[in-house]
């Protein structure tokens, strides 16, 4: 809808919205992270991603050892 708005032209957008609902939760990318070797920072992980403008973006982090 966004991109009909800004560029007219609503197709040309759809890749974002479908990478966005395959892209996997906070806590399954988190457990991700950790399966590929990577020490989460804080306690049991509870640091590891921050949430940006209401959980749109997060940002995750993620130490290799």
Known sequence: ????????DRDAYQYLVESIERFPKQEDF???IK??????PGREGEDAWEN???GI????RGIKA
């Open 1 to 8: 809808m966004m991109g009909q708005l800004v560029a007219g």
């Open 30 to 32: 988190t457990t991700m």
């Open 35 to 40: 399966e590929a070797g990577f020490h989460l």
């Open 52 to 54: 940006l403008t209401g």
């Open 57 to 60: 973006v997060a940002i995750h």
